[in-house]
């Protein structure tokens, strides 16, 4: 049981390049979600999504676009790279029903815009 | 919106002490609270939650309390070793539509042999 799994681990692209981040659960998760994580600023939300299907925006989705094609994954898309999106990308799910429940999350892409 | 704040930001004790890290948030709907451990290197996972029906929770050494009235709550970390070294977050979550969870900003804890 892989739980998150996120890829690449690690990578460098050059200003105005394009790149998808990857991430896949194995947990029949229903949600699923992006954050990016900088320094002294917790965790932030870029998108989620509820099922299959369907995305959403959340604090900070400026630059990025997600689909979510199959249940059990989850695309991240940066379509023209910035300086400012230099930052530890994770991805999370959930269960999704009734109560609230724990995020699991994968460890991580760390990605640097030159 | 919800706004999560974390004190301290950073945290030494000496092995064996224990650790205290408080959280308080600003919206009154949130009723889940999870906490969640972060290595170096690795992604943050949950160690420990809490409903709002219930005003404190125990698992071995760690233990979580909650005040809904003065909107706060704490982590609680007794006998500390130096494995339990890493930064630790609180959250609060709101219950319905994608369950959104806000964040604390993190407390770096460091366990000194």
């Known amino acids: 049981n892989a739980g998150v799994t996120q890829t690449p681990k690690f990578r460098v692209l050059k200003t105005g390049q394009s790149m998808t981040l990857l991430c896949a659960q194995d947990m029949n998760h229903e949600y699923m979600y992006w954050y990016r994580q900088d320094p002294g600023m917790g965790l932030r939300l870029i998108h989620y999504?509820?099922?299959?299907?369907?995305?959403a925006k959340g604090e900070v989705p400026d630059g990025y676009n997600v689909s979510r094609l199959k249940k059990q994954n989850f695309l991240l898309g940066l379509e023209s790279a910035a300086p400012s999106q230099t930052s530890v990308y994770f991805c999370?799910?959930?269960?999704?029903?009734?109560?609230?429940?724990?995020?699991?999350f994968g460890d991580g892409t760390r990605l640097s815009i030159l | 919106g919800e706004n999560v704040e974390q004190h301290p930001s950073t945290l030494s004790v000496q092995e064996g002490d224990s650790a205290v890290i408080k959280c308080t948030y600003s919206?009154?709907?949130?009723?889940?609270f999870p906490w969640y451990k972060q290595e170096l290197g690795k992604g943050p996972q949950l160690i420990i939650d809490i409903r709002s029906n219930v005003g404190e929770k125990k698992d071995q050494r760690i233990a979580v309390t909650l005040n809904k009235t003065a909107k706060h709550f704490s982590l609680h970390i007794t006998e500390t070793q130096p494995e339990d070294s890493a930064v630790y977050f609180c959250?609060?979550?709101?219950?319905?539509?994608?369950?959104?969870?806000?964040f604390g900003t993190g407390t770096k804890l460091q366990v000194i042999p």
């Open positions: 919206d009154s709907a949130s009723n889940y």
């Open positions: 959250a609060a979550s709101i219950p319905g539509g994608y369950q959104k969870v806000t």
């Open positions: 999504s509820v099922g299959e299907g369907t995305t």
């Open positions: 999370a799910s959930s269960y999704g029903r009734g109560l609230n429940q724990p995020q699991h």
